[in-house]
């Protein structure tokens, strides 16, 4: 994914299952379902002499079954190599009513995911209107106009899409993996100026691009929300790419059922309100998680 300033964290994938057991605390996984930071340890704390002013205790961390029904779907959904799906979606019911407390506030916690998700249909509109080798000379980063289409568009991507998306917390990180995901996708075909530049001239392109976005960025979240240290692995290995595929493909679809009702046939660069739509989007594929497994 190349360094902080380029896209920040890990190249590949995040992967279902093996990013499940990373040996993170129940103290942090805790702390991740409620959206803070883990806290840090009394040993990674200044002490009195490194700080004369103590700032007052942390308060305790609250703990409750939210998740309990999520995981336990999750779990035979894991066990079953991937092939039960009435649990995928009772899983997926339970995350977004019971976990979550409904659609809506599961797309308010998206706040990062939405603003990346309004400026990649921004640039992408650009590009399409002006070419890539303008939009180059707009971001003044005409260097990279000879590099690899792959790694032109991570740099275009990070300085205009992720410009105000730093990471350093759950939210940030998600979008800025979801943004890394989704350009990996974009490339696996399409391996130079021409053939991208023919890509994007058709405008519904830019739904597609974001609709890989948009469920990228909510299967980070759930599988955040969900796995950490909770989950066991398949007992089959082989399980594990299955197990990762059909989650991909069963929000991708619930994505793609909430971008087409809502946007019909229309491009979303001719919305002349795109981060509403966004917003929109973001709850009513929630909403279809919520009531595929009901």
């Not at 279902?16 to 930071?37: I, Q, Y």
């Not at 961390?61 to 035979?76: E, W």
């Not at 796995?227 to 299955?242: A, C, H, R, T």
Request: some cysteine.
């Amino acid at each position: 994914m190349g360094t902080s300033k380029d896209f920040g964290g890990q190249e590949n994938k995040t992967p279902l299952v093996p990013s499940w057991l990373d040996g993170e605390t129940d103290t942090d996984a805790n702390n991740a379902e409620n959206g803070n930071e883990p806290q840090e340890s009394p040993d990674d704390q200044p002490s009195q002499n490194d700080n004369q002013e103590q700032l007052p205790p942390l308060p305790p961390v609250h703990t409750d079954n939210r998740f309990r029904g999520a995981r336990s779907n999750f779990t035979k959904y894991v066990n079953s190599g991937g092939t039960d799906n009435r649990a995928l979606k009772k899983g997926c019911n339970n995350y977004v009513s019971s976990a979550l407390g409904g659609s809506k506030k599961a797309a308010q916690r998206m706040k990062s995911s939405k603003i990346v998700s309004s400026n990649l249909v921004s640039l992408f509109s650009k590009i399409r209107e002006n070419g890539l080798y303008k939009t180059f000379e707009y971001y003044d980063i005409k260097d990279f106009v000879d590099r690899p289409l792959k790694d032109a568009l991570t740099k275009l991507i990070d300085i205009s899409c992720l410009k105000d998306i730093d990471g350093g917390n759950l939210d940030e990180d998600i979008a800025r993996q979801a943004a890394v995901q989704t350009l990996q996708e974009i490339t696996k075909e399409i391996k130079n100026v021409e053939d991208f530049e023919n890509f994007i001239k058709d405008e519904k392109q830019i739904n597609i691009i974001l609709e890989i976005f948009v469920a990228k960025s909510i299967k980070g979240r759930l599988v955040l929300d969900i796995g950490k240290n909770l989950i066991s692995l398949p007992q089959k290995p082989e399980d594990l790419k299955k197990i990762e595929t059909n989650l991909d493909y069963f929000i991708r679809n619930q994505v793609e059922k909430a971008l087409n009702s809502i946007i019909g046939n229309q491009s979303i660069i001719n919305n002349d309100q795109i981060q509403k739509t966004i917003d929109s989007i973001y709850q009513r594929s929630y909403k279809f998680l919520e009531e595929v497994g009901e």
